[in-house]
């Protein structure tokens, strides 16, 4: 095995996805590591996949639509010992994972904390901040866990723990099931502040604030 890997779920980020990979790709560099940069094509119907080939990554074909869907196509083909996962719309820096690599050599489970890293002015809405922050206290009560933002986009795992756990989810509710499944199988898990950037001027978001908010209490609430 590596030592990481880089998963980056992928839905027409042509835009961005070159400058995530340059990212990702130095700090692979930098931190004098063994890894590899995967990402997960979601049906792009843009040129992002040719751009992920030309910059090096390893591409994945997923044609089930789903953030949850994406991620979980990308954790099956990681070879790395970790793996840190995170958007490729430039919202997270892929140059300064040290801090998150590091937590992943003891902790099997590692979340980031937008709240505690901060977050640029704009990036994001207030509906979003006060539902992340609804759900996530939520998620600690139902979970008995103490991690702050259920919903942070950037997150690493041991790929050891992967098969203590049992993935089902589709959609954007997979970042909740990550932090429960991690509860039910007594995995250990830490956080680390990070910075939620803004995107490029003009990118369409891929979240639904009611839609995907709902699917992440109903599978707090039933699950």
């Known amino acids: ?38 990402v997960v094509d979601n049906n792009s119907t843009d040129s992002s996949a040719k751009i992920a080939k030309k910059m090096g990554a390893r591409v994945v074909f997923e044609q089930k639509p789903g953030y949850g869907n994406a991620l979980r196509a990308g954790l099956a083909k990681a070879k790395g010992k970790v793996i840190i996962m995170g958007d490729c719309d430039m919202t997270y820096d892929f140059s300064n994972l040290h ?8 902790n099997d489970l590692v979340i980031g904390d937008r709240f ?12 979003h901040h006060i539902g992340v922050r609804g759900l996530s206290l939520v998620g600690r009560i139902r979970y008995g866990t103490d991690v702050k933002d259920f919903h942070c986009g950037l997150r690493g795992i041991r790929n050891e723990a992967l098969g203590k756990v049992d993935y089902k989810t589709t959609g954007m509710e997979f970042a909740t099931e990550m932090i429960a499944e991690a509860v039910r199988n007594d995995l250990t898990i830490a956080q680390t502040p990070v910075i939620l950037r803004n995107s490029v001027k003009g990118r369409r978001p891929k979240l639904n604030t009611i839609r995907d908010g709902f699917r992440h209490l109903n599978y707090i609430i039933w699950r």
Do not use: H, W
Request: one cysteine or more.
């Open 1 to 38: 095995m590596i030592d990481l890997s880089i998963v980056m779920p992928c839905l027409n980020e042509e835009r961005t996805i070159a400058a995530c990979i340059e990212e990702a790709s130095g700090f692979i560099k930098s931190a004098g590591l063994s890894g590899e940069i995967i």
């Open 99 to 106: 801090e998150m690599y590091d937590l992943l050599q003891k």
């Open 116 to 127: 505690r890293g901060g977050i640029q002015k704009g990036a994001m809405p207030l509906s």
